[in-house]
């Protein structure tokens, strides 16, 4: 089987939120134990011009969801930048992680050579040709976030560790 942009963007997704969702539940179980409210948590930052952690879930779910619809060549649902709770947080990469289930792959594998035209920042678009979209930007970017989250949290204290980042990976153990 040949390596599609399918095969290249939705495991990855799937994983990155997955891995973000098992944070939020590190981060949750931290506030609990700390006694500290987790609007500290999700309000926390590295540094004073980043985006805060929820904004940082927020984008990595827009980029999993936008981006598997650009490249398909259909239409994202909108989601609400409004989640104030880990809880909220979670219910909003289950609904992104249902949505990934949606999309055909032979729709995202014919985009390989097609123009993408998407936003950079609130008010600039770039354009880039479907696989040269998902490995230069959408990965990239996606990544970015999906690490800033974790490290915004390993920052503040939670504990957690690179195996919590790579998450449920698929590693079969060689003796």
Known sequence: MSYSLSRASLPAFKLGLATLSALLDKAAAFCA???IDEAVLLQARLAPDMFAFVRQVQIATDLAK???????????????????????LKTRIYATL??????????????????IVFPMGP???GS????????????????????????????N??????RDYLGAIAVTPVA
């Not at 259909?74 to 104030?84: G, I, K, L, S, Y």
């Not at 696989?131 to 990239?140: G, N, S, V």
């Open 157 to 162: 204290g939670v504990e957690i560790g690179k």
């Open 66 to 88: 936008n981006g598997a619809a650009r490249l398909a060549g259909v239409e994202a649902p909108h989601q609400a930048d409004d989640e104030t709770s880990i809880a909220q």
């Open 33 to 35: 134990a700390k006694k």
């Open 98 to 115: 249902r949505h990934l289930d949606t999309f055909d792959p032979v729709k995202i594998d014919a985009s390989q050579a097609r123009e």
């Open 123 to 125: 008010t600039a678009k």
């Open 128 to 155: 880039m040709k479907g696989e040269d979209y998902l490995a230069q930007f959408l990965l990239p970017s996606f990544y970015f976030h999906v690490t800033t989250a974790y490290a915004i949290l390993r920052h």
